[in-house]
DNA sequence: CGGTATCCGTGTTGATACTG
DNA sequence: CAGTATCAACACGGATACCG
């Protein structure tokens, strides 16, 4: 494997290395469709400005979609992506392997 | 899998995700044992001090050695740990998902 | 409800020059 | 050779207030 080819896994990196947005990803996973309130309070102590730049940079790179209801209220709702999903996977073997190096005690 | 335990790949993710990270890694990975003048060369436009803060954010985290002989002129050099290398395959699998997804034409 | 606008403090990065 | 020091520029996250 050449240097060049490792752009893109630093672009995938980038995307989900945010702050947040691995809580996101794991929520969305775990409770499949949910709402923008939902998430905003599972995902404690994010503010609505952030979760927005979250969603909507997971959503430009296909990881999550967005359903938008125009009723009053308005109802938005996200869902992983069938790329979402598949991002899981190779997800959790990392995950895996950064609990066993750092411990299930680590706090953010 | 709960909420909380995405916390260590949280950790992991942010340690590798920066700007230069993976070049450094896959470099390494490539090249096996080198030295700092090597790597600032290899890893194009990445200053000296920033190299330096990446090198040793990793070698804290246990995923490079860093060998230092005071000579004169000193030489020092670094290696990927046992860590470092068993980051290299679920990183491997992200990389080919990432290059699916992104092609490989994406340019940092 | 589901955002956007605004401001601000902080962290990160880069360029450059210098040192043991 | 392998860094460190310094400073400036910028991106980023956080809090809050407001809008359709």
Not at 58 to 67: A, D, H, P, Q, V
Request: proline share 5%.
């Amino acid at each position: 494997m050449k240097d060049s080819e490792c752009a893109p896994l630093e672009k995938l990196l980038n995307q989900i290395s945010g702050q947040w947005t691995m809580y996101i990803l794991w929520t969305l996973d775990t409770n499949g469709v949910m709402r923008f309130g939902e998430l905003r309070r599972k995902v404690d102590g994010i503010s609505p400005k952030v979760l927005t730049q979250r969603l909507r940079m997971l959503e430009e790179n296909g990881i999550i979609y967005r359903y938008y209801e125009s009723t009053i209220p308005p109802q938005v709702s996200y869902e992983l992506t069938e790329r979402g999903k598949e991002l899981s996977k190779p997800l959790y073997d990392l995950c895996e392997l950064a609990s066993r190096w750092y411990g299930d005690e680590t706090k953010m």
